[in-house]
């Protein structure tokens, strides 16, 4: 019997969900001595929100299960593709914290997968065919009406083997000719009726450059790549789910883990393999609301100049949300909130933001800003009065310590916490009345200074008694402002950003519009706003709360100590319930 006091203590209760399940089942049932898995996203767009879920769960599951995750381009589709992507796809993930075993490419594998396509050839289970794309389509037949069977599809092996050779060699235009599984045209399932593994395209390719002129298909690569890389659980979202027969198909047909010499250009160059049958097992998308998370759409916003890049920080992008200020455990949480199921569902804007406050309120130091600032002259301090108050980071979290808040006769508050002729209900400064400065006592308001309507500077007078350390510190008045100290403030560029769709499904075409016509004309707001010395002075990338305002980030790229920028990540508080939108 183990002793309970000798159990580790923080060991945090391990994760349940189907797909874990069948780790653990294969682990305990000795079907897998090791987990493998990948993450193999297609270098045609930047990653969103949506990767970061299956990021989460393949780099996730390898972690927990002592396992190996690879990252994996799955570079099958040149046209679409661009080293440009692959860069920030790296970048994300290991952003979001990870690291992957080993870095690979579909490209890596377009000796193994030929020779393997020959041998299918030779084991009579794929046939080069030379109809049209729209022969293709009229034999294929329907979801109702089966398939006819290609007028090639009895073509000897030698013909077979002939032939599409000469497609590698270039001979024949784009097109012209596939490799096709020999599999059933009859089959319920359109995937299986003789899909094509190989076609033409003469394009050049960011890997390989104009080696090749045919290129595998999507699922031959996808399957043959997992098995090369001895990927144990191949997960992926519910959309391939029709495509596992044809993945198993490949997989068992070609026998990878049985036929070490089809492996050999990659022995040759001296890649580690360890050929497996791998399993593919299917989860439900992310889902949010107030987004669209489809690389196509992603980049018609950017080339449509809807957007300022793919790091604007109002999209849904990695980047954009790295830029905005999200910290990736708030990613971590997230992912780990929605868990993993079968189901599909739309997941509520609303729980992402929370995921991020969350994080944010225990990570994020708190610093004073004012966005819309007017003046308070303190006319019972002497001209020029200079004082430093001592302020903790974290009301939270003493670990954070303190810092010294520049205070004097002039500061800047906020325009909204004054109110000439208050309304009902109105805790905040007005004139002849009080309220508390954050953090240095008690203040009234003695006269109004206005030029025409707007009011420029506020004269007010300070308790001594309530001043930190005295008697009347703990005075009660309604209201508490924050302030900055108009001397030693910064001035700063502050962007306001809020969701970028206005509507709850930008995606659903209803009433003709499209995504592109349902943006938030409110996504964006920037402000001159001050802020603390302490805040100014933070590196890039860092996050803070804005006392009463939000959370706030240091913009990666445009931030200076001495011309700060702030992007606000998320408001305190959701706006959007009470808007009933
Ligand atoms: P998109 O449809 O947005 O263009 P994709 O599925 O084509 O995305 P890939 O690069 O092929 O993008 O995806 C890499 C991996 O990320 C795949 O395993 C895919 O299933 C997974 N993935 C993509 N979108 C989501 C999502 N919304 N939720 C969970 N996983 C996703
Ligand atoms: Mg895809």
Redesign the pocket.
Known sequence: MSDPARLPAAEPPARTDFIRNIVREDLASGRHGHINTR????PN?YL?L??A??ICLNFGIAAEFGGHCNLRF?DTNPEKEDLEYVEAIKEDVRWLGFAWHELRHASDYFEVLYLAAEQLIRDGQAFVCDLSAEEVRQYRGSLTEPGRESPYRKRSVEENLDLFRRMRAGEFADGARTLRAKIDMTSGNINLRDPALYRIKKVSHQATGDAWPIYPMYDYAHALSDAIEGITHSL??LEFEDHRPLYDWCVDQVRLHERPELLKPLTDRGLPFEAAKPRQIEFS???LNYTV????KLLALVNDKLIAGWDDPRMPTLQGIRRRGVPPEALHLLAERVGISKQNSVIDFSVFEGCIREVLDAKAERRMAVIDPVKVTITNLPENHRESLAFSNHPKDESKGQREVPFSDALWIEREDFMETPVKGFHRLVPGGEVRLRGAGILRCDEVIKNGDAIVELRCTLDPESRPGMEGANRKVKGTIHWVCAHAGVDAEIRLYDRLFAVENPDSEDDGKSYRDQLNPESIRIVKGVVEPAAAGLARESAVQFERLGYFATDRHDHKPERPVFNRVVALRDSWAAKGA
């Open positions: 993450f193999p996203p297609e767009g969103h949506g990767h879920k299956s799955d992926c979202t998308r992310l889902n998370m489809s690389k196509r």
